[in-house]
């Protein structure tokens, strides 16, 4: 069985579980979300995506990048409403 069909399957259902929240966030202008788990994640997920790139893993640099993105967009989110 092919591994990437496997990665990318993987790489949606995480999306699908950040972009709602995100949008949501983003709408109220209210981010629940803890301060330090968001700028853990952020950070955590930023690192992940240069060692995914340093790796060549194409798929943990998307997954990775969009994480730190979304993340990171909830994160400027919560500054702005904090």
């Known amino acids: 069985m092919p591994v990437e069909p496997i ?3 993987g790489l949606f259902i995480i999306l699908i579980a950040w972009l709602p929240e995100t949008i949501k966030n983003i709408r109220n202008r209210r981010v629940r979300t803890r301060i330090e788990f968001l700028l853990l994640y952020t950070i955590g997920s930023m690192l992940l995506t240069i060692h995914s790139i340093i ?11 969009l994480a730190a993105i979304l993340s990171g967009m909830n994160l400027f989110a919560k500054f702005l409403t904090h």
Do not use: A, Q
Request: hydrophobic residues 55%; charged residues 5%.
């Open 7 to 9: 990665g990318i399957l």
């Open 55 to 65: 790796i060549s893993d194409p798929i943990f640099v998307v997954l990775n990048g």
